[in-house]
């Protein structure tokens, strides 16, 4: 449950990029490139939770606006500006690293990832019940989510972008602002996804995270996120999550191989996307009749 | 003259890709002509291209009509994965090695055009965006391969199934002489005949083309078919090369097509591009990666060269569209 919430914090990022109708596939390599930039940052100068967090939202708000300058300035395909981004992190990274893991971080830091909330006094089977500092952060990052999308300028601004971007422009929205933000944003939550990340594990591994951009759209999908942008909620991602983390432990708890789960997880994919699909026509079906209706009376 | 002038302002993208894959041949040839220019060099650049050429045109395909295919690699893989089994089988049975060779690339291609038709039935008749359905059949591929191989390599081919992705024919690698004929095939169909030229019209506009009085589900159905005999294609050969055949075999490719066929002037989001520019891309992609490997660079920074040239290309194209307007 505890490394779901990574995985959960990096699809609320992703949530807002693709409610603007744009994706963002550079998840994977952004949050890596945080892990080892607080990774080396405490090796060099001390491991203070606060300043490593705010070291690690910087690193990632910071790749965050390149990504969006590039889509919203220079009009490169979200997909092909965030998959340009994404190679070059990961081949830097890797460079950089040469594949090796980072070990050694300050206690300061790791003991942060320990802390539990409304831990029981008593310890059941060699584990302490409670609610683990990891969860209170998802929980924080989705509810912080939740109010910018609903009650700020900026967040009902990336609906009217995301539903129709001329019309979002003509109410007087700067669309390439909008952006530039959601990719900002989206790079904050990948930076916290990294620092969360790095509390749990207590070591830094630059490739772990290699193919994790999938995961993160799908749970994003999973929630009823429109694609193609202008819909979606908060609310939706945390239940795409959930479904995820939930199949992946119960087929580990059912005890079935491994290997089913990426086979479960892209079925579930493919009939949650094709249900909805299918809803959508039959609805619109239906308002043509109405009008029909309409216009002969 | 006249036409010649035309044709120059036509195709003004395509000739500024070749000159950029000269000037990058002649760069490297330069900075290691003792190494980059010699026919040993040159021939190995045409063996690791092929696979990834196959892969791209694929790919390019798609993405003229606005689609994408996540999928490709692990099509390709879970194809040449049973294709295997199938091998297998039939050398234990002690059949005909040549029998064995042309059943397997046979499984192989028709289990991969299959894959594709799945991709084809979501997209073109259920309606899903093609990101989201590649997504899906990419996870599920993945997964019956790794059940099937339990991760491992399965091998075990008949010696002569090592020719076609090593063997050289005439002087030139084989798999090379494979992806000639794809490009010239498909190169023939989409540019050349009607069925081709629905292709563009649908990843210009669905609507439109649907109104006019094309079947867009049949050509979208066939679009993910023709990418899957791709796919089965570079599997065989990725089969043959490797000897042998794993989930993860050419996972990297997939976002390598996207980047040589956008490099090569294919508009993401459809109806614009070549086949002959995709080529042109790929080309570009293996100087890069195998002139800088030649020059000691780190593979790792060959990652970063290609992302940044990928971003310097839409910027310069960009630019170059402002001051057209």
């Known amino acids: 449950m505890k490394s779901n919430s990574v995985l959960g914090i990096a699809a609320l990022g992703t949530l807002l990029v693709i409610l603007t109708g744009n994706i963002d596939i550079s998840s994977s390599g952004q949050i890596a490139l945080v892990t080892v930039v607080i990774a080396k940052f405490m090796l060099a100068f001390g491991g203070n939770p606060f300043i490593v967090f705010i070291v690690g939202l910087a690193t990632g708000a910071l790749m965050g606006v390149v990504n969006g300058l590039l889509v919203a300035k220079l009009k490169i395909p979200s997909i092909i500006a965030t998959l340009a981004t994404n190679t070059i992190i990961n081949g830097a990274l890797r460079w950089y690293t040469n594949g090796a893991w980072i070990s050694g971080l300050p206690d300061e830091f790791t003991r942060v990832g320990d802390i539990m909330f409304f831990a029981s006094s008593e310890v059941e089977n060699g584990t302490i019940n409670g609610v683990p500092i990891q969860i209170l952060f998802m929980v924080i990052a989705a509810v912080i989510t939740f109010f910018v999308l609903r009650y700020t300028m900026f967040g009902r601004g990336i609906y009217a972008l995301g539903g129709n971007a001329d019309s979002a422009q003509r109410i007087g929205f700067n669309n390439d602002r909008l952006t530039v933000m959601a990719f900002t944003y989206a790079g904050l939550m990948y930076g916290l996804a990294g620092v969360v990340y790095t509390t749990i594990m207590k070591t830094v591994d630059s490739n772990a995270f290699i193919g994790f951009e999938m995961n993160v759209i799908g749970a994003v999908v999973l929630g009823g996120v429109s694609i193609s942008g202008g819909s979606g909620s908060v609310f939706g991602t945390m239940l795409g999550m959930l479904l995820l983390s939930i199949i992946k432990n119960g087929l580990v708890l059912t005890r079935i191989s491994t290997y089913w789960q990426s086979i479960v997880i892209g079925i579930i994919i493919l009939f949650a996307v094709s249900l909805d699909i299918i809803n959508i026509k039959r609805e619109e079906k239906r308002t043509i009749k109405v009008d029909i209706v309409k216009e002969e009376v | ?325």
């Open chain 2, 1 to 325: 003259m006249e036409t010649l002038k035309s044709n120059i302002q036509n195709n003004k993208q395509l000739y500024m890709l070749v000159i950029i894959f000269l000037a990058l041949f002649i760069l490297m040839s330069i900075l290691s002509p003792s190494k980059f220019l010699t026919s040993n060099n040159i021939s190995s650049m045409m063996f690791q291209m092929s696979e990834l050429g196959v892969l791209a045109i694929g790919m390019s395909i798609v993405i003229l009509t606005g689609g994408i295919n996540l999928a490709l690699s692990h099509s390709s893989m879970l194809a040449a994965i049973i294709g295997t089994l199938v091998m297998q089988a039939m050398v234990s049975a002690g059949m005909n090695p040549l029998l064995t060779i042309l059943a397997g690339i046979i499984v192989i291609i028709a289990v991969s055009l299959i894959l594709g038709a799945i991709n084809g039935f979501f997209i073109a008749y259920v309606g899903v965006l093609p990101i989201l359905v590649t997504l899906g059949t990419r996870s599920v591929f993945e997964g019956i391969g790794l059940n099937i191989t339990k991760g491992s390599a399965l091998g075990g081919y008949p010696p002569e199934f090592n020719f076609i992705g090593n063997g050289v024919f005439l002087g030139i690698p084989f798999p090379f002489l494979i992806y000639v004929a794809v490009i010239i095939v498909s190169t023939l169909l989409i540019q050349r005949t009607a069925w081709g030229m629905s292709v563009y019209m649908i990843g210009g506009n669905v609507k439109a083309t649907e109104l006019s009085g094309i079947n867009t589900k049949k050509v979208l159905m066939g679009v993910y078919i023709i990418c899957g005999i791709l796919c089965g294609i570079a599997g065989v050969i990725m089969a043959s090369r490797y000897s042998s055949a794993r989930t993860d075999y050419g996972s990297s490719y997939v976002m390598q097509a996207v980047t040589a066929a956008v490099l090569g002037g294919t508009d993401i989001n459809g109806g614009e591009g070549t086949i002959i520019g995709t080529v042109i891309g790929v080309a570009i992609l293996q100087v890069i990666s195998s002139g800088l490997n030649i020059l000691g660079v780190n593979r790792n920074f060959v990652d970063i060269i290609i992302g940044a040239i990928l971003i310097a290309v839409l910027t310069i194209r960009f630019f170059s569209n402002i001051n057209e307007r």
